[in-house]
């Protein structure tokens, strides 16, 4: 306790014995010690982040990059000339990352640091457009993409280009590479694979769509980039599945986005875009910032930020390095599998990504199968109710009569975290078995269940889900 208070004294002081201000501006001063535990009581109602399976966000970061962050807390990263070695730092990371990704010259290729995947996304559409622009392209542009995270409606709404997304159809949770000629004309400035998708956590064929893009220009002459949004798999596939083709490795991925506070370790905050060469990336856009007597290069949406995320993600590059990485994540993989097993032992949900490193990201979907007296809805209400929280919604528009859940596994989730849900799904199973909150539905028992540290194992029992909710309407359509 800092100065000087008793702690058992500090319940009984003034600033505390009211209610904390609400509405408007507070008038008095009260005691820090006093301040800081009205706030740290109040966020005890918070979610425990560690549990949270539906955010694909850093939750966990060791010593080191906590005293780092501390030790930056005060460092303005725009402030080039005043922290030139942050900025030195950042260029450093943008150049391994680069090379991670399989640029032709990761020295000479131009990148940036940003507040997360979705700023680096827009940041990628903008450069899209420009190249667009600078090859004459007129009237409205447009990118094509299927089920895709809300950051490119934004961008779509925010820039006036028009978004083209690609209906789910049949068994087609993803953009296919045949659905792709249909939707392309002239005014595409390009089309956007996610690479871990937000929805199930699979990843959509970047080569394929590649391919298809090739045949097309063959056929029409229309030459078609790709920009990948690999929010999450950025920092997975290099090191789990290296001989999965998706990155500069393909000469139509003119750039790529990804969230170094998702899977690339960082704390909240960090986001990268990475251009295949400086070309890809227009003059136009970038302004030049004058430190230690050198010029920089700087291409963002936000001005002033912290740089403890850049200075944490550098740490995290060369403590982990390639073997690191992989040991990371594929420890996460593992966890994720374990996971999968588990559910599918129960009997009564159909997986759609079971955490396969070549398939996806970190994460394990799921859909019920059969008929039963509850809903998804109704089961991650009941998870949530032992700290678990995990998401339930429906796809999106064209498949938004089906409801699945998703659990995002990161750093610092175990097998015995893995066996710890588990137990508690069964717990919530037989609850919902006894005390059904969905009464919509024709009765079906949901049968007995077991858990072990091994496996899930079903006594009996089918499912069904009830859709509940409605995802929003798709907002492209194909050219006529």
């Not at 796809?395 to 066996?419: K, N, Q, S, Y």
Request: with cysteine.
């Amino acid at each position: 306790m800092t100065g000087g208070l008793d702690p058992d004294d500090l319940y009984a002081m003034p600033g505390i014995k009211r209610p904390a201000p609400h509405q408007g501006f507070p008038e008095r001063e009260i005691f820090p010690d006093v301040a800081y535990q009205i706030v740290h009581d109040e966020l005890m109602l918070d979610g425990v982040s560690r549990m949270n399976l539906a955010t694909f966000c850093t939750t966990w970061v060791d010593d080191q990059a906590r005293r780092l962050m501390n030790e930056s807390l005060d460092k303005n990263i725009v402030d080039k000339d005043e922290y030139p070695q942050t900025a030195e730092l950042e260029k450093r990371a943008v150049r391994m990352i680069a090379d991670l990704w399989h640029s032709p010259d990761p020295a000479a290729t131009l990148g940036t640091s940003t507040t997360g995947s979705s700023e680096a996304a827009m940041l990628g559409g903008l450069a899209a457009k420009w190249r667009w622009r600078k090859r004459g392209g007129t009237g409205t542009p447009n990118f094509v993409c299927g089920p895709v995270q809300v950051c490119w409606e934004k961008f779509a709404r925010y820039f006036d280009v028009e978004i083209r997304q690609i209906p789910l159809r049949g068994d087609r949770l993803t953009m296919h590479p045949d659905d792709i000629a249909d939707y392309c004309d002239e005014n595409t400035i390009m089309v956007v694979p996610t690479f871990g998708q937000t929805f199930t956590g699979v990843y959509e064929d970047v080569a394929g769509i590649h391919q298809a893009l090739d045949d097309l220009e063959e056929k029409t002459g229309l030459n078609i980039p790709i920009h990948v949004d690999a929010a999450s798999g950025g920092f997975l596939a290099p090191f789990c599945a290296p001989d999965l083709v998706w990155d500069f490795r393909l000469p139509r991925v003119k750039s790529i986005n990804a969230s170094g506070h998702k899977t690339g370790l960082a704390p909240l905050g960090a986001g990268w875009a990475i251009w295949r060469t400086a070309q890809d990336l227009p003059k136009e856009l970038i302004f030049n910032v004058d430190y230690l007597g050198g010029s920089m290069a700087t291409f963002n949406l936000n001005f002033s930020r912290p740089g403890g995320q850049v200075i944490t993600q550098y740490y995290d590059f060369i403590r982990l390095g390639r073997t690191g990485y992989g040991r990371v994540q594929n420890a996460i993989y593992a966890a994720a599998q374990h996971l999968a097993a588990g559910l599918a032992g129960l009997g009564l949900f159909e997986l759609i990504h079971d955490g396969d490193p070549k398939r996806g990201i970190t994460a394990v979907s799921w859909k019920l199968k059969g008929e039963q007296v509850f809903n998804l809805y109704d089961f991650s209400d009941r998870l949530r109710a032992r700290g678990w929280l995990i998401a339930a919604y429906p796809l999106p528009a064209d498949r938004d009569d089906e409801t699945i859940m998703r659990t995002v596994l990161r750093h610092g989730f175990t097998l015995d975290m893995a066996d710890m849900l588990l137990a508690d799904m069964v717990r919530c199973l037989k609850q919902l078995k006894a005390h059904p909150l969905t009464t919509s539905l024709t009765s079906a028992e949901a049968g007995g269940f077991t858990h072990n540290a091994k496996a899930a194992v079903p006594l009996s029992g089918d499912g069904d889900a009830d859709t509940n909710g409605k995802a929003k309407s798709g907002a492209g359509k194909a050219k006529s």
